[in-house]
């Protein structure tokens, strides 16, 4: 298994990072490529990708809030009927082994919420969350739905995201794209939450 080498960027050691990522990549060029060492090749990547990003922040925060803006928020669609607010984005659900805030689809469901701000204020709620990905073998536990959550209180359309006010199932399909579908209703309507058909909304024809 490829070693986690790649550290938290600081401003003194940052050429010494390129050199251990460099050899990293050296390392796994040698080895057999399977799924798992694919997969740390993908999380090392990412940690020096983020002290890069940490970096250029540190040194420009301007630029990067700037360019931030043009991509901060994901393509959706939205409706609101028979006591459920259903929800497509078109945008990838991280996993959870990604370790960098993704903050387009915090804030693209932030938006959403706003939209419906109040809808679910001091409620008990489900949410259903169906996540595509164009492939037939992945692992659904490994999604991460905090970005989600986060968004909806950020945006206040739940008051909260512990174990008061959210319960959430989560499923994982093959398509031909990726997309996110979520659907939001009070916890007492759970059970047409559950026997919707997600293909019936939001499916281009």
């Not at 916890?187 to 024809?205: A, C, D, G, M």
């Amino acid at each position: 298994m490829l070693e986690r080498k790649i550290a938290v960027y600081d401003k003194q050691n940052f050429k010494k990072k390129l050199i251990e990522f460099t050899k990293v990549a050296k390392e796994c060029m040698q080895n057999d490529l399977n799924e798992e060492n694919i997969y740390e090749i993908l999380y090392t990547t990412e940690l020096f990708r983020n002290s890069i990003y940490k970096c250029l922040k540190f040194k420009m925060p301007s630029i990067i809030e700037s360019s931030r803006k043009q991509d901060e928020i994901s393509k959706f669609e939205s409706e609101y009927s028979d006591g459920i607010l259903k929800i497509k984005i078109y945008e990838l659900l991280p996993p959870v082994r990604t370790p960098y805030n993704n903050r387009r689809l915090e804030k693209t469901c932030q938006t959403v919420a706003e939209k419906y701000k109040g809808l679910f204020e001091d409620k008990e709620v489900i949410i259903r969350v169906q996540v595509s990905m164009p492939r037939d073998n992945w692992d659904i536990d490994n999604r991460d739905l905090r970005y989600i959550f986060n968004g909806f209180v950020y945006g206040k359309l739940i008051t909260d995201d512990n174990i008061k006010f959210v319960s959430y199932m989560l499923e994982g399909i093959n398509d031909k794209e990726n997309y996110i579908k979520i659907f939001v209703s009070e916890k007492s309507n759970i059970k047409n939450v559950s026997i919707l058909n997600p293909e019936n909304y939001f499916t281009k024809v």
